[in-house]
C-alpha cells in the first residue's frame, strides 16, 4: 500500500510556481493562487457540484483567516470564484497578500485530504496538472 501522507503546504506552493510558469501574458494581474482554486474549482465541481466547491471553499477561507487577516477582503461569489481586493485596495503589502492566498489553498487542500483523502487529492491534482511534480522526490513517494 502507498504512503498517504503528503505535505499539502509543499504541494501548495509547487502549484502555485505551477501557475506562475504557465502564466500568459494576457492575465498577468492574476495571482497564480487564485488560479490554481479557479481550475480546482472547475475540476471538483464536477464531483461535487459548484454549490459542494463553494462551502467547501468557504470553510478554507474562515480557517485561512486565522494565518492571514489579510484575508478578511475575500469573498467567495455564488459560482464558487475567490474575489480579493487588490493589495493596494486593502492596504497590504504583495508578501502578505501572497501569504493570505497561499493560507487559503493549504486549508482547502488539507480539507480535501481530510474528507476524501490523500491518494484521491493527489489524483485529482495530477489530472488537474498533470506535468506537475507533487511530491518532492526525495520523500520515496510516487505522483500516482
Given at each position: 500500500?502507498?504512503?498517504?501522507?503528503?505535505?499539502?503546504?509543499?504541494?501548495?506552493?509547487?502549484?502555485?510556481?505551477?501557475?506562475?510558469?504557465?502564466?500568459?501574458?494576457?492575465?498577468?494581474?492574476?495571482?497564480?493562487?487564485?488560479?490554481?482554486?479557479?481550475?480546482?474549482?472547475?475540476?471538483?465541481?464536477?464531483?461535487?457540484?459548484?454549490?459542494?466547491?463553494?462551502?467547501?471553499?468557504?470553510?478554507?477561507?474562515?480557517?485561512?483567516?486565522a494565518e492571514a487577516a489579510g484575508l478578511d477582503n475575500a469573498r467567495i461569489n455564488p459560482n464558487g470564484t475567490v474575489e480579493f481586493a487588490s493589495e493596494i485596495e486593502s492596504g497590504q503589502s504583495p508578501?502578505?497578500?501572497?501569504?493570505?492566498?497561499?493560507?487559503?489553498?493549504?486549508?482547502?487542500?488539507?480539507?480535501?485530504?481530510?474528507?476524501?483523502?490523500?491518494?484521491?487529492?493527489?489524483?485529482?491534482?495530477?489530472?488537474?496538472?498533470?506535468?506537475?511534480?507533487?511530491?518532492?522526490?526525495?520523500?520515496?513517494?510516487?505522483?500516482?
Open positions: 500500500m502507498k504512503n498517504e501522507a503528503f505535505d499539502v503546504r509543499d504541494v501548495v506552493q509547487r502549484l502555485i510556481a505551477e501557475e506562475s510558469r504557465a502564466e500568459h501574458s494576457s492575465d498577468k494581474g492574476s495571482r497564480a493562487a487564485f488560479r490554481v482554486c479557479d481550475k480546482l474549482r472547475k475540476s471538483l465541481s464536477t464531483l461535487v457540484g459548484t454549490t459542494g466547491f463553494r462551502l467547501l471553499l468557504i470553510r478554507a477561507l474562515n480557517l485561512a483567516k508578501d502578505d497578500a501572497s501569504r493570505g492566498e497561499t493560507a487559503l489553498m493549504v486549508q482547502l487542500l488539507g480539507l480535501l485530504v481530510t474528507f476524501i483523502g490523500a491518494t484521491l487529492t493527489r489524483s485529482i491534482l495530477q489530472d488537474v496538472w498533470p506535468e506537475a511534480a507533487l511530491i518532492r522526490p526525495e520523500s520515496g513517494e510516487d505522483k500516482s
